[in-house]
């Protein structure tokens, strides 16, 4: 059954179990919010996503309030922008966020944050400041920039269920650690990226891809990746010929946005000067560069000329481990349906 929430005066229908982020979301309304993420959910650590709310005294989280029937909220009420104008400055000001020369510029949510309360810099400073952690083989982690949203946590503890990352110390000396507060590349981690793809700041940087191109200047190509047969979906951030950087996409099957390290930091081999980029063809001194069509008809011709002499059962089909199970399955129809054979193995099966 249909049910109605009135968002800043404005009718709003919505159906099953919502929160208030979550349908304003769904209708384009923005509150701003950075520890919640739709693969997370409820959060309410950040609180710049208040509202307020009829009938209740204190400004509420959006991202953990369930919408009820005839509800009624306000997102930009005097009071609410007060208190996320107070969280944003108070995180801009304990930590150094150079919007000049961060690697997410143009692509952080404390950025559209601020922009959207209208802060140009932060009301205070804390003069404060930490090392870089550049240990890890493929991620950097900058704790001047960290907001302590607990996002990446949450990710490496339920989601991928490495358990690498938590909270450490107390009070004004939180802090994110990796195991018993060890740098990342001496720690458990596995170097997946998960917890770099769900920071919402730049506190968690692929290495591979700084000063490489900003937010602004890369093209996403959706694509799949090439590294086994369970045909992740991945999204290539690429500027000119050249890919910066890789992310899963959030809510595509089959992998929900997760990947593996090989699926988000090996994409180098495609730059590799030993890599085949036309067919060739044997001859007496050697190999010949050759067009697909004419590689594609001698392979025919040869598989014809083989099957008359020998029979069918003198070819045999071996599936790669990387190709999807969708090109392994026309694989074994090729072998069975064209050549005649069940001669098909599977490399991965040994």
């Known amino acids: 059954m249909k049910k109605t929430i009135f968002i800043d005066g404005m009718a709003v229908a919505f159906d099953g179990e919502k929160t208030v982020l979550q349908i304003a979301r ?37 991202c953990s309030l369930m919408a009820t029937d005839g509800m009624r909220i306000q997102t930009a009420s005097p009071g609410v922008i ?35 309360l209208g802060i140009e810099r932060p009301a205070f400073l ?19 920039k960290c907001i302590l949203c607990g996002r990446c946590i949450e990710g490496c503890n339920r989601m991928v269920v490495n358990e690498v990352l938590d909270f450490g110390l107390r009070g004004g000396h939180t802090k994110v650690i990796c195991d018993a507060d060890v740098p990342m590349g001496q720690s458990t981690c596995v170097q997946c990226g998960e917890c770099v793809q769900l920071c919402p700041v730049g506190a968690l940087i692929d290495k591979k891809g700084i000063g490489q191109a900003r937010a602004w200047e890369v093209e996403k190509v959706r694509t799949t990746c090439p590294y086994c047969g369970v045909g992740c979906q991945l999204e290539l951030h690429v500027k000119g010929d050249q890919i910066i950087r890789v992310t899963g996409i959030d809510g595509a099957q089959p992998n929900q946005g997760h990947l593996c390290v090989k699926g988000r930091y090996g994409y180098d081999f495609i730059y590799s000067d030993d890599r085949l980029t036309t067919p060739l063809i044997r001859e007496a001194d050697g190999f010949r560069e050759a067009t697909w069509d004419e590689a594609l008809d001698l392979v025919a011709d040869k598989f014809s000329q083989i099957i008359a002499e020998s029979g069918p059962d003198a070819i045999a089909g071996v599936s790669c481990a990387r190709s999807t199970n969708e090109d392994s399955y026309n694989m074994q129809k090729l072998m069975r349906g064209v050549i005649g054979t069940n001669n098909i193995d599977h490399c991965a099966r040994t």
């Open 26 to 62: 769904e209708n384009g309304i923005y509150i701003p919010t950075l520890c919640y993420h739709p693969k997370l959910g409820p959060a309410g650590m950040c609180r710049v996503c208040v509202v307020e709310v009829d009938g209740m005294r204190a400004l509420q989280t959006s």
């Open 82 to 116: 007060e208190a996320r104008k107070m969280v944003v400055n108070l995180l801009l000001a304990n930590g150094n966020h150079d919007c000049l020369s961060c690697e997410v510029n143009g692509d952080c949510e404390l950025q559209d944050a601020a922009y959207h």
């Open 126 to 144: 804390v003069e404060e400041q930490a090392e870089r952690d550049t240990s890890a083989a493929f991620i950097m982690r900058d704790p001047n």
